[in-house]
């Protein structure tokens, strides 16, 4: 079965950190790019960063650069989000999608999706 499954949220207190971790099952995730989003209630979805197939390039949104860190580790088939210096405004449900084109704005062509993780920053 071909899935991603999505972990490591929780709540945090302003000025923390999480590491969400999104894991493959069923395919090889190092063929494909891999974008993390999020989703706040009642706004859009916001894609949050973009990591790279083969050379590691990466793409974050302007909301989050220099706090979140976006890595692959090949080995374990699995994509992390590192996030740091959290903001209230960063409450979110978080999602990650295979992406079949990665471009410094970004990625698109997205396949498949996690379910998602919820990540509440809040004192």
């Known amino acids: 079965q071909v899935q991603l499954v999505e972990s490591g949220g929780g709540l945090v207190q302003p000025g923390g950190s999480l590491r969400l971790s999104c894991a493959a099952s069923?395919?090889?995730?190092?063929?494909?790019?891999v974008g993390w989003f999020r989703q706040a209630p009642g706004k859009e979805r916001e894609g949050v960063s973009c990591?790279?197939?083969?050379?590691?390039?990466?793409y974050y949104a302007d909301s989050v650069k220099g706090r979140f860190t976006i890595s692959r580790d090949n080995a374990r088939n699995t994509v992390y989000l590192q996030m740091n210096s959290l903001k209230p405004e960063d409450t979110a449900v978080y999602y990650c999608a295979t992406a079949g084109v990665w471009t410094i704005f970004g990625c698109r062509d997205f396949g498949s999706w996690g379910q998602g993780t919820q990540v509440t920053v809040s004192s």
């Open positions: 990591i790279s197939s083969s050379d590691g390039g990466t």
């Open positions: 069923g395919f090889t995730l190092d063929y494909y790019a």
